[in-house]
């Protein structure tokens, strides 16, 4: 398996209080045609981890560690050396689409610009591809013209994985991509990601609160809960034998399709007294 990510000893934390750590010693590999699901509560150090991949952590943080993307540091990358990766070798995509698209420009132009920075096509090369991408996704050709408010939620956000595969990247990062969307479009959407990353062999690092998402798409899980992984493995591993009691408390409080299990809130009293982490 050809591996293109290896975070290892990943610390993150606010340069004005460097002991407190937001996300510690944080270690996981990516490869090539799968997809690892980050679950974890909110605040627990997800999109910090995530970000630090894009080259994309506020200036206020730090991050110490090592993080090899097809073997290269990008901890060791000056902004342009990262620009070069980012969108190209690396893709992303965000929760909500109308933040990310420029409502006064057709989506069209967002994507050829991907394509222009990246890979320099102009003219009749880059309509023709654009278009290409757009129908890859699911939209028509001719819905180039459009702009982002004249286009559907579920619309929208096939053109941000437009954007985010239209160089062909090597890993594609996903944060909430579908928790803004109904759940028949989520369930396209993440049919399309499934698809393209097996077609073009991305490694992809899907993050998301939705049990329902991990055991649709993932291979891999990675649990984090208060900065830290407490628990990672195979999809099976982790949902079919969870090992930690954050893990099984979260899983205890996802509810069964049949609607009949009992439902427990989370013990944080319990999980604080035992230490578990943090
Ligand atoms: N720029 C920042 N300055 C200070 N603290 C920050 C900053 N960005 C994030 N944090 C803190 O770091 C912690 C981890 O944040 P992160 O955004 O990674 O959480 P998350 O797991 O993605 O949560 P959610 O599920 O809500 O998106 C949180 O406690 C957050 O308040
Ligand atoms: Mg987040």
């Given at each position: 398996?050809?591996?293109?990510?290896?975070?290892?000893?990943?610390?993150?934390?606010?340069?004005?209080?460097?002991?407190?750590?937001?996300?510690?010693?944080?270690?996981?590999?990516?490869?090539?045609?799968?997809?690892?699901?980050?679950?974890?509560?909110?605040?627990?150090?997800?999109?910090?981890?995530?970000?630090?991949?894009?080259?994309?952590?506020?200036?206020?943080?730090?991050?110490?560690?090592?993080?090899?993307?097809?073997?290269?540091?990008?901890?060791?990358?000056?902004?342009?050396?990262?620009?070069?990766?980012?969108?190209?070798?690396?893709?992303?995509?965000?929760?909500?689409?109308?933040?990310?698209?420029?409502?006064?420009?057709?989506?069209?132009?967002?994507?050829?610009?991907?394509?222009?920075?990246?890979?320099?096509?102009?003219?009749?090369?880059?309509?023709?591809?654009?278009?290409?991408?757009?129908?890859?996704?699911?939209?028509?050709?001719?819905?180039?013209?459009?702009?982002?408010?004249?286009?559907?939620?579920?619309?929208?956000?096939?053109?941000?994985?437009?954007?985010?595969?239209?160089?062909?990247?090597?890993?594609?990062?996903?944060?909430?991509?579908?928790?803004?969307?109904?759940?028949?479009?989520?369930?396209?959407i993440l049919?399309l990601l499934d698809?393209l990353k097996?077609?073009?062999?991305?490694?992809?690092?899907?993050?998301?609160?939705?049990?329902?998402?991990?055991?649709?798409?993932?291979?891999?899980?990675?649990?984090?809960?208060?900065?830290?992984?407490?628990?990672?493995?195979?999809?099976?591993?982790?949902?079919?034998?969870?090992?930690?009691?954050?893990?099984?408390?979260?899983?205890?409080?996802?509810?069964?399709?049949?609607?009949?299990?009992?439902?427990?809130?989370?013990?944080?009293?319990?999980?604080?007294?035992?230490?578990?982490?943090?």
């Amino acid at each position: 398996m050809t591996e293109i990510l290896n975070i290892a000893h990943l610390n993150i934390a606010l340069k004005k209080e460097p002991t407190r750590l937001l996300v510690k010693d944080v270690a996981f590999q990516l490869s090539a045609g799968k997809t690892t699901c980050i679950v974890g509560e909110s605040g627990s150090g997800k999109s910090l981890t995530a970000l630090t991949v894009m080259g994309l952590l506020s200036q206020q943080l730090l991050a110490t560690g090592q993080v090899l993307f097809n073997g290269v540091d990008l901890t060791t990358l000056n902004n342009k050396e990262m620009q070069s990766i980012r969108g190209a070798q690396i893709g992303m995509i965000f929760q909500e689409p109308m933040t990310s698209l420029n409502p006064v420009l057709t989506v069209g132009y967002q994507i050829g610009e991907v394509l222009s920075a990246h890979k320099g096509l102009k003219g009749e090369t880059l309509a023709l591809k654009v278009g290409q991408l757009l129908t890859q996704v699911g939209i028509s050709a001719d819905r180039a013209n459009s702009y982002p408010d004249e286009l559907s939620g579920g619309q929208r956000q096939r053109v941000m994985v437009a954007m985010s595969i239209a160089c062909e990247p090597a890993l594609l990062i996903a944060d909430e991509p579908t928790t803004a969307l109904d759940v028949t479009v989520q369930a396209q959407i993440l049919t399309l990601l499934d698809e393209l990353k097996n077609r073009m062999q991305m490694a992809m690092l899907f993050i998301t609160h939705d049990f329902g998402v991990v055991s649709d798409i993932a291979d891999d899980v990675i649990v984090m809960f208060r900065g830290e992984i407490v628990e990672a493995g195979s999809k099976e591993q982790v949902l079919g034998n969870p090992q930690h009691p954050y893990t099984k408390a979260l899983l205890d409080c996802v509810p069964d399709v049949a609607g009949k299990k009992t439902l427990k809130p989370i013990d944080y009293a319990w999980l604080n007294q035992n230490k578990v982490a943090g």
